[in-house]
């Protein structure tokens, strides 16, 4: 049975990936910090791991587990804004969850790869590292370092047979926005219903996943069909 670990898995995007994998007969481990949710995960069946990504020694101990396919999905954003109005705590938040501990734990589990001959690395990026705009500074930058990062391990893990993707989503509608835009705000992001649903990001790594290993998607661009509004800064 393929061993999948997902980053994130407790809300959005990394919950929906757990439990479409799940469904699919992976085994899956679920890091989060959510201890509700994480409860729910395991009563569904799925092994879960309270896990503070920020913290590289808690990332080391699982260095010696055996994972067939990481999925680096956690991910927080700064509030929207002028970047010279972000404080140094936003920033460095964001990059140490968005970018540091992704290099921590890939760092921690490729090494089992490698020695296997076999594996796959996915990650959640975002349109934000190709396309970024205005006040998105901070967390365009995080995650043009995942794109970059991405790249760079793919040149050095390919002739090892180990594949790299970079799913790169548009908008989605998780709770990514609720801790720092307000409830309107969010409200009128999502109210046209053309943004993407979680589910559309975790069938879209089935499908990934599904091809023969001789295939490598190396970057899967997700966009809602029609454009989706702009977020109206208060």
Known sequence: MTRVLVTGATSGIG??????????????LALGRNAQALAELAAGGI???????????ALAALRDRPVDVLINNAGVIPK???????????????LAVNLASVLHLTQA?????IA????????????????????????????????????????ELSPHGIRVTELVPGRVETGLYSAVLPDAARGDMYADGN???????????????S??????????DILPTR???????K
């Open 47 to 57: 092994e879960t791991m309270a896990l503070d990504l920020s913290d590289p020694l």
């Open 227 to 233: 454009p989706v509004p702009a977020i109206q800064l």
């Open 116 to 155: 296997r001959g076999a594996g796959h690395v996915v990650f959640t990026g975002s349109t934000a590292a190709h396309a970024p705009g205005a006040n998105f500074a901070v967390y365009a930058a995080s995650k043009a370092g995942i794109a970059a990062f991405a790249a760079a391990l793919r040149a």
């Open 80 to 94: 929207p804004g002028p970047f010279v109005k972000t404080s140094a705590t936003e920033i460095d938040d964001t």
């Open 15 to 28: 919950r929906a990936m757990a439990e479409a994998l799940h469904a699919a007969g992976y085994q899956v």
């Open 211 to 220: 091809l023969p290993t001789r295939a490598s998607v190396t970057r899967l």
């Open 109 to 113: 589990i490729v090494p089992g790869m």
């Open 195 to 209: 943004s993407l649903q979680p589910q559309d990001l975790a069938d879209a790594l089935l499908a990934v996943l």
